[in-house]
């Protein structure tokens, strides 16, 4: 196998009935060899606005107070080569179908997921794939997306997607640029504006990218890759 990549993949919204119209997965990648330098450069921000290298970043979080940080967090991320995002946005969940189909909410969103990560992933190389410790029922979410993931990749071996499984969040500082930049999506395809610090964000984050965040990106596109999901298209 050729190189190893961390996958750090988090959510937004993707209960059945949080009654959220828009969801979005997200996905940051970084080859594991440069993950610890990602993490000592972002303790290096941090301590240059006087915060503690412990201070778990998040969206949620954003504030006045702290924009520049988290707009130096965000250039960061966009002067770093080594570090891509990827999100699959879901613009109305309230309109699936999963009854005609045949399926699960949870079937659905295992593919939804495969979708995300199927043009990261690729069969030459190995994949450590990460996700946000949320509730009881994280470690049965983590088999199933690894079966899930395996299956449609023919990685019976598990030799492509090597490991699934959780951390947690305020330990990972890539999982919490992951929340970071799919928070933004999702404030910008549910079109709000009740923040003045998170539009200024979303404005940064529009600006570096040179993309709209509602719209789907050139397949293409390698550091920020948006997909914009419609149902007809899925199953």
């Known amino acids: 196998m050729g190189q190893t990549f961390n996958i750090y993949c988090d959510e937004s919204a993707h209960l059945e009935n949080d009654h959220l119209r828009v969801m979005v997965l997200g996905a940051i ?14 303790k290096e921000i941090k301590k240059r606005h006087g915060v503690s290298p412990d201070f778990e970043f998040k969206w949620t979080k954003i504030s006045p107070a702290k924009i520049q940080l988290y707009l130096d967090i965000l250039d960061y991320f966009f ?52 996700l946000d410790v949320k509730d009881t029922r994280s470690q049965a979410k983590v088999d199933a997306l690894h079966e899930a993931l395996c299956k449609v ?12 499984q959780t951390v947690r969040s305020h330990e ?6 992951t929340d970071l930049l799919i928070g933004a999506v999702n404030y910008a395809n549910r079109k709000l504006e009740s923040s003045a610090a998170k539009l200024t964000f979303v404005e940064r984050f529009k600006e570096r990218s040179r993309y709209s965040l509602v719209r789907s990106t050139l397949p293409s596109e390698d550091k920020v890759n948006i997909v914009v999901w419609k149902a007809q298209e899925g199953d």
């Not at 970084?30 to 990602?38: A, N």
């Not at 019976?156 to 699934?164: G, K, L, T």
């Not at 990972?172 to 640029?177: D, G």
């Open 79 to 130: 002067d770093n080569d080594d570090l891509r995002f990827r999100a699959l946005v879901i613009p109305d969940k309230t309109k699936l179908r999963h009854q005609e189909f045949g399926q699960s909410h949870d079937d659905w969103y295992y593919k939804m997921y495969f979708t995300m990560l199927k043009t990261v992933l690729s069969s030459n190389s190995t994949f450590r794939i990460y």
């Open 29 to 42: 990648w970084c080859p594991v060899e440069e993950i610890r330098e990602v993490s000592s450069r972002i």
């Open 172 to 177: 990972v500082s890539a999982l919490q640029l």
């Open 153 to 164: 990749a023919y990685d019976y071996d598990r030799n492509i997607v090597q490991r699934v």
